[in-house]
């Protein structure tokens, strides 16, 4: 389970990232981020009803998702923890259709490149030190 601060649960939160937001893409991602003032990242899944019809399966890849960003959060937890000198960030990851052709590692080496890459730029531009 994602830890309740690390969640975006409201719409306009959603809207606001995409609207707003940088987009990172590979074949089975789409990550939008956007940088927040709060003192942690915070994360929301989408999952297409054009690409998964019944809202099991939906549920069941939001599940895997969840993992590999609580696995991501694990191994990186300088990027999303309290630290003065971090710019947190909120994301929206949406799954794109390659993600149910790849296995799980696949999947979570892809989503982990990007969450990476994400959290290493600020206003669009890459960090110098990062």
Known sequence: MLWRP?????NWQFQTIITKGKKLVNPSFVVFFLAN???NCQFGISTPKKLL????ERNRYKRQVREMIISYLKKNQDSCQTNGNHSHNNFV????YPYLD????TNQKNLH???ISASQQ???YRLENA
């Open 113 to 115: 490149k990007l969450l």
């Open 93 to 96: 990851v949406i799954i794109r």
């Open 53 to 56: 019809k019944k809202a099991v």
């Open 122 to 124: 600020k206003n669009g």
């Open 6 to 10: 690390h969640r975006l649960r409201k």
């Open 102 to 105: 790849l296995d799980f590692a």
């Open 37 to 39: 003032n709060l003192n």
